[in-house]
């Protein structure tokens, strides 16, 4: 009778149990996947970042708007390629429920910063050239099954027009996709001047300011003249990179990576100890057995890698599962996710730490049974007969 035959009899000795510490360990495997699926999907927007471009918000806050002036000036500061500017409009199509992510922008410089941006050539012109243009992502339009040619009304729960309605009406006359699915299309955009000329408070103030550099290496000189400029002034300003502003929008909503450390924390401590203590259990309850093993010749480094095989085959076999029913349900929610979580997968990198995670797994509940498992004696473990 080979290793792996003793190995897999030792495991299946009391099949249920097997079974509840392998299904246990999947449990942990399940929720490390779908945890890590959701992290992956939050930083989508910091992955798709370019290096050069940098963002200037107010010192106080991001939430916190600026005089446009500051777009003009900004403007004339050398190494800059390209800038634009944006206004949260907090907006939600027919009912709060539906809430649809928009932002007030000068389209023809906001595309030239977003060149991943894609469309046809017609629509990127009729966006550029129509004051109610809705330029939609292509994850929104689906969704609500907008398209070309569509005049819809959007609210908002932040901004009123000046005469005290918060519906806006505009006409789709453009829907923008990306070569790249890992840049979100859950959006939608419309003109700055349509709203700046509309809203019935706040006038002539921007919310941040995005722009790209001639080269990586002049972020920093041209952010320290950005906030050097408006220093001392009644809105101070924070330039940084586009990746790092979107990890300080994501910190506003929580601490993503904590949250996944602690649960997944609290959960592979919880089955480490069940799995560890019943694998203990297992090696007292087979001593007399491990015993006849060493009497028939092997020895003690022979046990040792059968036991630890043992636990490396529960933990694999636990992972396995768990990863694979993680993929099939992040699989099943990613179309019905991708206008609210854009990016929402389980890639390669989450399963090959999982992969990781399990053999670490296998060698903490493994080596302390094994090693018990090695040093049994075989006058005491049939003395106890």
Known sequence: ???????????????????????????AFFIFGMLGAVNYAFGAGTRVAEANRLVTVNAINFTVSMPSAYYGRVQQVDGI???THANWFGGYYQQPANFVQTFAIEPESYLQVYPELTMPADQREAF????????????IADQYGWSVGDRIPLNSNIWQQSDGTSDWDFDICAIFSAEDASVPTNYVMFHYEYFNESVAFARDTIGWMILLTEDVALNDQVANEIDTMFANSPAETETT???????AFLDQIGNINLIMTSVIGAAFATILMIVGTTLILSINERTKEIAVLKTLGFNSGRIFRMILLESF??????????????????????GALDSFLPGFALPWLIIAQGAALALVFALLTGLFPAYNAMRIKIVDAFGKL
């Open 1 to 27: 009778m080979n290793e792996a035959t003793l190995v897999r009899k030792g495991l299946t000795r009391k099949r249920l149990r097997a079974i509840l510490m392998i299904v246990s360990i999947s449990i």
């Open 81 to 83: 390629t390209a800038v």
């Open 241 to 247: 990179t586009e990746a790092a502003f979107g990890e």
């Open 128 to 139: 550029i050239n129509t004051r109610t243009c809705l330029l939609v992502g292509r994850a």
């Open 313 to 334: 085959l529960l933990s694999f076999l636990g992972a396995f599962l768990g990863l694979a029913m993680a993929w099939g349900v992040v699989a099943l929610m990613a």
